[in-house]
């Protein structure tokens, strides 16, 4: 009984895999839309902002920083940043890492200079 219960564990974890992941390298993505190539997949790991929030201290005005990532043609905000001369925040409104997978396009959007990737090979 034994044996047969080990199969079936054995068998579950193995036939609903997807295959392994093997590091091949890391990639700063620019304004330039790139697409994730057939058998490889993408794992987003920071993006590089372009701009800061600069808050003047004699003024009550409220000053506004977004910073965004292109995805399939859709912004996806990373971060949103606020201040005034009274305080200042950053919120991150989109939890990193992101995976993508192959076909999936990725470009720096509004105040990215350029996003860090880790490309991985998809091994069967």
């Known amino acids: 009984m034994r044996i047969i219960f080990?199969?079936?564990?054995f068998y579950s974890f193995t036939a609903l895999g997807q295959g392994n992941l093997e590091f091949n390298q890391v990639k700063l993505i620019g304004t330039v839309s790139e697409s994730v190539p057939v058998g490889k997949i993408w794992k987003i790991e920071s993006a590089l902002s372009s701009s800061s929030l600069n808050i003047?201290?004699?003024?009550?005005?409220?000053?506004?920083?977004?910073?965004?990532?292109?995805?399939n043609g859709t912004n996806v905000v990373v971060k949103s940043s606020w201040g005034s001369s009274y305080a200042s925040s950053a919120i991150?409104?989109?939890?990193?890492?992101?995976?993508?997978?192959?076909g999936t396009s990725?470009?720096?959007?509004?105040?990215?200079?350029?996003?860090?990737?880790?490309?991985?090979?998809?091994?069967p």
């Open 106 to 123: 990725l470009q720096a959007g509004t105040n990215v200079f350029r996003i860090s990737v880790i490309e991985f090979n998809i091994i």
């Open 6 to 9: 080990s199969f079936f564990i």
């Open 56 to 71: 003047s201290t004699g003024t009550t005005s409220t000053q506004n920083v977004t910073t965004n990532i292109v995805i």
């Open 92 to 102: 991150e409104t989109t939890d990193l890492p992101i995976w993508l997978p192959a």
